[in-house]
């Protein structure tokens, strides 16, 4: 038994927050993909050659020296603020990991990687705002989204790694139908039956990558990610009879809405790692991102209500509301610089034969990892209706690394431990309306976002 005053409540409140969606990116874009590369600003495009190489440039796992599997956390606190106070955007965490496995095929050296994060709160979230509800729109709820990737790679010629696959965003959709007999003056003796169907639905999209040795300087690297767009759909549907007093009312009901649960704009990374020096890396990265092409988090919403009561009862029902109006996004693309630094700072201990490495390496090796981003907000100035909050964002990293090398005869390669954390800084920006009347009013907005995390990777 279900009474009907909950069932309405629930498409009432379906019809009101089903107008917006938050059509958001993906975690590895917003604070890296692995301790290593959140550590180094994300520049890894030419120098990626674990599991992280599924993401940051997949023909680095052509470089892979042995089989590596890797797993890691990681816990980003967001502080986000509108006019000081708290925007409510959530702290997001989860977990990564993926594998490398490299051979050769006819003589070829070919590798095949995996990588995912996996949020640790739900595959998916909702959280729907209207278009004139200030909303931090590139940062909020990046992690409930499902990331996969696989690829492979392989190097045609001793200077020359290519490599590609595809990459997947996850998330779910739903109906909801309440069918039966509710009596309006007593709910309890209603006989209501409700149906709730949901499923997990992906979409892909194309990696590509080449990775070219410049000959004792290090490597260039360049990568492509296609443009993804996760659509959610929200049906809801009440069919039924409503018992006034002993005056039965046929009702029907149905909410439809359509709107986009993701969207990744498509990138073009070209990065370089300069190697010369030994134990020194330095890596800079240049990506342009698509963010003209950033879809409305808007939803398209459908409502009909539609009732037969008899003719002795008058009874007028409103018209189905009308389609909400989308302001047109019109934000732009950007150029984002990274840049990262390593350096071995220690190698003691003796000296071990390693799996897959030439020579002989030191027992214990410590890396100190620096990196620094700057992305220009792609979001333009909210005068009018919409407020799609965003600022510029510098974000700073560091991080270390503690690499055992043949740390165990069943472990010929090495095991690593990587520690990042990463302080993000978005300076305060002030939103002025042409008519601050007609909308929220002019505000302030900026904050800070943590990220800290490990991961821990075994090679053999």
């Known amino acids: 038994m279900r009474r009907l005053p909950c069932a309405a409540a629930l498409l009432l409140a379906l019809v009101v927050s089903g107008r917006t969606r938050r059509a958001r990116a993906h975690a590895p874009d917003a ?42 956390y990681a816990y980003a606190s967001n502080h986000l603020r509108t006019d000081g106070r708290d925007s409510g955007v959530r702290d997001v965490h989860g977990l990564s990991g993926g594998l490398v496995a490299p051979g050769e095929v006819l003589g070829v050296p070919f590798a095949f990687g995996l990588a995912t994060f996996l949020p640790d709160d739900g595959l998916s979230r909702i959280k729907a705002l209207r278009q004139e509800t200030p909303r931090w729109e590139l940062h909020d709820d990046r992690l ?81 990610r296609g443009e993804a767009k996760l659509p959610l759909s929200i049906d809801a549907r009440l069919r039924g009879v409503v018992d006034f007093a002993g005056i039965e009312v046929p009702l029907l009901y149905e909410l439809e809405s359509r709107t986009v649960d993701a969207f990744l704009p498509q990138q073009v990374v070209v990065g370089a790692s300069f190697q010369r020096i030994e134990g020194l890396r330095v890596n800079v990265d240049v990506a342009w991102v698509n963010w003209s092409a950033y879809e409305s988090p808007v939803a398209r919403t459908r409502a009909h209500l539609e009732a037969t009561p008899p003719p002795e009862v008058p009874l007028d029902l409103p018209d189905d509301p009308r389609p909400t109006s989308v302001v047109p996004l019109r934000f732009a693309d950007r150029l984002v610089p990274r840049l990262g630094v390593e350096y071995l700072a220690l190698a003691a201990g003796g000296l071990r034969k390693v799996a897959g ?104």
């Open 31 to 72: 604070y890296g993909f692995g301790s290593r590369g959140a550590a180094m600003g994300g520049a890894l495009a030419a120098d990626a050659t674990d599991f992280s190489a599924s993401y940051y440039n997949p023909a680095g796992l052509a470089g892979a020296t042995g089989l590596g599997l890797s797993i890691g």
């Open 144 to 224: 409930s989204i499902l990331f996969l990737a696989a690829n492979v790679a392989l190097r045609p010629l001793p200077f020359l790694e290519i490599g590609g696959g595809v990459a997947f965003l996850a998330s779910t959709r739903g109906r909801f139908s309440v069918t039966g007999r509710a009596d309006a003056l007593s709910p309890y003796d209603s006989a209501l039956r409700h149906e709730v169907d949901a499923d997990l639905t992906s979409i892909r999209y194309p990696q590509l990558g080449a990775r070219v040795r410049a000959g004792d300087l290090g490597f260039v690297g360049l990568t492509y």
């Open 357 to 460: 490495q030439q020579g002989e390496r030191r027992a214990i090796e410590i890396p100190l990892r620096a990196g620094y981003v700057y992305e220009r907000s792609p979001v333009p100035p909210q005068r009018g209706a919409t407020n799609y909050i965003d600022a510029d964002r510098h974000t700073v990293s560091l991080g270390a690394g503690v690499v055992l090398n043949r740390p165990l005869a069943e472990l010929p390669g090495s095991l690593r431990i990587d520690l990042h954390g990463q302080l993000s800084v978005l300076p305060e920006v002030v939103v002025q309306k042409d008519n601050p009347a007609d909308f929220v009013g002019d505000y302030r907005a900026g904050g800070t976002m943590v990220n800290l995390g490990g991961t821990v990777t075994a090679g053999f």
